[in-house]
């Protein structure tokens, strides 16, 4: 069947023209990339930096010469990238002392984003931005990591709240940080928060791909596993920085196998965000694809990416909490609306299970702290009843 095409008119001139260069399925001539009339250039420049597209626009603009941009606009671009470059090599060093470490004291990691990414993906560390350092181990191996990792100087983040050990399935990474050089390190034990099926790490290790660009192993994910999880969670995060999606871009131009991916996704109930996902990199960076990827898309994929345009038409950061109610209400919406039938009902299971605020509203000893069980529905009425009260 035909899909219909997304409606962008809601999409910035700004963010338009920046994606118009930075797809590498453009033509490179002048005349290609005819500049709007009134740009806002620091909008310009800011929804680069948002949505973490200046590496691949500084290279861009090298290879182009568009004299309608601003000079000093194209200086602060290349200073980005200079200053991404830069915490690209710190991060490959920390990645590969990090991977030597765990590997010596019989803990295997596989490396989730970062630097091993952008190389993988892009061939080149440059053009892709990192954050942080975020790597997957065992379970049963957190108690040797954090071990390893203090003694490395790093410290623990402690603002996960848990009871009854629901951090094992609510939650899905510690974050560390080193305040000496504020490398910051998320240690997965899931790929995504739960609750939710997903593969085991054993079945991760047994498809993972390595790389020696560093000098030493780094094991990271097979490209059908990354597929997955970089779906998952671009999803999750509504696509609101592009990044992301480019992520997405890159890696459908590997040749991955459509049909594993698709049983992938069919074996974790998450068909609809791989249809989303592929059907926004077709309309809003231009991806090829071929007729395999394309008999997937069907009217759930285009309703699901016109909600992410949601994101797109504003410069929202998920991070930036508490967010504005509008965006907030919208992106718990949005969140049920990509879930499976299977998702929901465990969702709705999950309620049933104590919350850490059901101890802060009537704390219990610990050894009675089953109790919130059976007691969880009337602790939640009156927290309801009592925000209600004072609202």
């Known amino acids: 069947m035909e899909v219909k095409k997304l409606n962008l008119s809601g999409i910035s001139k700004e963010l338009i023209f920046l994606l118009n260069i930075i797809s590498d399925n453009k033509k490179k001539e002048i005349n290609d990339y005819g500049v709007p009339s009134e740009m806002d250039w620091e909008l310009f420049l800011e929804l680069a930096i948002h949505h973490r597209l200046y590496p691949n626009l500084a290279v861009r603009l090298r290879s182009l010469c568009i004299p309608s941009i601003p000079k000093n606009i194209v200086n602060k671009v290349n200073q980005y990238f200079e200053y991404n470059t830069f915490l690209m090599l710190q991060y490959s060093s920390e990645m590969s002392h990090i991977s030597s470490l765990f590997s010596e004291n019989g803990i295997r990691s596989l490396f989730l984003k970062g630097p091993i990414l952008a190389k993988e993906l892009y061939g080149d560390i440059s053009l892709r931005t990192s954050s942080d350092l975020d790597l997957l181990v065992e379970l049963k191996d957190l108690s040797k990591v954090d071990k390893l990792l203090t003694e490395k100087g790093y410290v623990k983040d402690e603002y996960i709240q848990s009871i009854l050990s629901d951090w094992k399935w609510r939650h899905h990474h510690f974050t ?25 790490f054993n079945y991760l290790w047994s498809r993972k791909e390595t790389s020696l660009y560093t000098g030493k192993p780094i094991h990271y994910l097979g490209h059908v596993d990354l597929f997955y999880f970089l779906v998952t969670h671009g999803a999750r995060h509504g696509w609101s920085r592009l990044r992301w999606l480019v992520d997405i871009h890159q890696l459908i131009q590997k040749n991955v196998s459509c049909s594993l991916i698709w049983d992938t996704l069919k074996k974790y109930h998450v068909e609809s965000i791989g249809k989303q996902a592929i059907l926004l990199s077709r309309e ?18 285009t309703k699901l990416a016109q909600e992410a345009v949601f994101y797109l038409e504003r410069m929202v950061n998920l991070h930036n909490e508490p967010l504005p109610e509008e965006i907030a ?53 009156w927290r309801k009843t009592t925000k209600h009260a004072f609202s």
Request: glycine content about 4%; hydrophobic content about 35%.
């Open 176 to 200: 560390y940080i080193n305040p000496i050089n504020n490398i910051k390190i998320e240690i997965h034990w899931r790929l995504n928060p739960g609750p939710g099926r997903e593969p085991s």
């Open 284 to 301: 809003i960076l231009g991806t090829k694809l071929s007729k395999e990827w394309v008999h997937y898309l069907d009217e759930q994929s």
């Open 329 to 381: 209400c919208y992106h718990k919406r949005h969140l049920v609306a990509l879930m499976s039938n299977y998702h929901k009902i465990l969702f709705g299971l999950s309620t049933l299970y104590p919350y850490p605020e059901d101890a802060t509203t009537l704390p219990l000893p610990r050894y009675f702290h089953f109790l919130y069980f059976p007691l969880r529905p009337f602790i939640w009425l």
